[in-house]
């Protein structure tokens, strides 16, 4: 018998053995620990050898696929190489198996590489006498090729085993780096009555796995400001903090809890608050005279955060307005975040949604002698920011929406002196960026947002403009949800795996 797969049966790979039972039927000695790779990870470890004093023929290194580990069926494969007389070693990659890690998630194949050379290596170096050979399966062929051009002369053979050196068109996904099954937002369970479609809100989160937590801090001013956090329900370890801002006569629950869901099934803690005015918060309704009490609210609350977590890398995510008090929180805490994503960031206000010449000159008297006076000749934002209308029908049902989306005076005077101090002071920005704006956003100036982005320091700074998109991105079709929030979720989950201390 070539292969032992032709002893298993559809439960189990030994057949009707134990694990215990078929090694000894092949007389073969197996171990099994776990080693420390240089990003403090624990990545589980195997290898097998002839119960005999029969001489070693040489060295077999496996390495299996992706969504496989070392165990079960490519335990097979190696039992079969082990009674050809080899030492066979083989280990869990690092978010596979028994090893560390979020699932299925290899951000960098450097780091695989560099776990695969430290293991085999020191095998090779107990054998250095024997030969060595190199097996890859599918991605495990791919990693198998590329430890051999990094150890050119070290490998006395390679076996490659339908190795990945090229994606079938069939399984190429449609939308950046997730597979075509793959739901990348919430949003599309939801129906034009609920966020969480036919499910309870518990149902929703039991349904997604996650933790969810929710309370109130007392602000310097005494109000009272709502908070919630989620994160995923098992001992997968954390990527990093994502800290998001919502926008004006919004809140951090309904839709925006929705992206903070697709946030936290990508592996991260999120959190968020309900600006003063706004939601649960204290607060007369919409009314915001000053963004700086908003920016010391979400300070002080995301540095409570940062602090618990605070070996992870921090993020800020803002919407609307909500980009700009992100944008205005890293102009006032610099280098203290990893990286800024704004989603239709206010920099600028659409001169359609901009009160007509001479109210607007007038503000500044309507603000200091009425400040929470309507402007009358201000549109709803929701008007005109969802593309879909049954999710404009879906945003207006929002329990907790305390805002009619028409500013007050002292309300209205502040965003344009946000704009301008944005104008004038983002070249200071130094942090990674990603901006996405729709292009046809009739809400915030997606011109003024292409200048803020032109003028940050940045190093490491990405603009997307999206084509036929209005503001609230959210409210775009499937597709095009898929293609931003694709977008983000991957710039995410590169920068959070690059730097964080695992």
């Known amino acids: ?37 240089s990003r403090k990870m624990r990545i589980f470890t195997q290898s097998w050898r002839l119960n005999s004093t029969h001489n070693l023929r040489g060295v077999a290194a496996m390495v299996h696929g992706y969504a496989s580990d070392s165990g079960w069926l490519t335990e097979l494969t190696a039992v079969a190489l082990t009674k050809c007389g080899f030492l066979v070693c083989a280990l869990d ?5 028994l090893s560390d890690g979020f699932p299925g998630h290899i951000p960098s194949i450097k780091h695989v590489i560099q776990d695969c050379i430290h293991f085999f290596d020191s095998v090779k170096q107990e054998y250095r006498k024997l030969p060595a050979f190199l097996y890859g399966e599918s991605l495990g062929g791919a990693v198998s090729i590329l430890i051999c ?13 339908g190795a990945m050196c090229g994606v079938s068109a069939k399984f190429k996904p449609s939308c950046f780096f997730f597979s075509l099954n793959q739901m990348i937002h919430p949003i599309h369970e939801a129906n034009e009555s609920c966020p969480y479609g036919d499910l309870t809100r518990e149902e929703f989160y039991q349904k997604h796995q996650i933790l969810h937590q929710e309370g109130f801090m007392l602000n310097s001013r005494k109000m009272r400001i709502f908070t919630q956090s989620w994160r995923l329900n098992s001992t997968h370890n954390l990527r990093g903090v994502a800290a998001m801002v919502h926008g004006y006569a919004s809140d951090s629950g309904w839709l925006t809890e929705l992206t903070a869901v697709a946030l936290t099934k990508c592996g991260f803690l999120v959190c968020a608050l309900d600006l003063q005015d706004h939601g649960l918060s204290d607060g007369f309704p919409g009314h915001i005279p000053s963004i700086k009490h908003v920016i010391q609210d979400c300070i002080h609350f995301f540095d409570s955060v940062k602090q ?24 006032k805490q610099k280098n203290e975040w990893d990286g800024l994503i704004l989603n239709g960031a206010m920099c600028g206000v659409s001169a359609k949604f901009k009160p007509p010449w001479p109210l607007e000159k007038l503000l500044p008297v309507a603000a200091f002698l009425a400040p929470t006076w309507t402007v009358a000749a201000a549109k709803p934002v929701a008007s005109k920011s ?21 500013p007050p005076a002292a309300t209205a005077l502040e965003f344009l002196r946000v704009c301008e101090y944005i104008r004038r002071h983002s070249q200071e920005l130094q942090v990674p960026m990603l901006m996405v704006h729709g292009e046809d956003d009739k ?3 997606c011109r003024s947002a292409r200048l803020a982005y032109e003028s940050a320091s940045s190093q490491d700074k990405t603009l997307k403009i999206f084509p036929g998109m209005d503001h609230m991105l959210i409210g775009e079709g499937k597709d095009n949800v898929d293609l931003v929030f694709g977008t983000i979720l991957a710039w995410l989950g590169e920068r959070a795996d690059q730097i964080r201390p695992v």
Not at 11 to 36: N, V
Not at 93 to 97: A, E, K, P, S, T
Not at 308 to 331: D, H, N, Q, T
């Open 386 to 406: 969802y593309k879909e209308e049954w999710k404009r029908r879906l945003a207006a049902k929002n329990p907790n929406q305390r805002a009619s989306g028409k």
């Open 443 to 445: 809400v915030c100036d």
């Open 93 to 97: 990659l690092q978010d596979h198996g």
């Open 308 to 331: 618990e977590y605070r070996k992870l890398p921090a993020f800020l995510y803002g919407e609307s307005l909500g980009g700009a008090v992100s944008i205005l929180i890293c102009l």
């Open 149 to 161: 051009l990094k150890q050119k002369n070290e490998w006395d053979g390679l076996i490659l085993n």
């Open 1 to 37: 018998m070539i292969h032992p797969i032709h002893e298993a049966n559809e439960s189990c790979p030994y057949g009707d053995l134990t694990r215990e039972e078929f090694y000894q039927k092949h007389q073969i000695l197996h171990q099994e620990g776990f080693m420390l790779n």
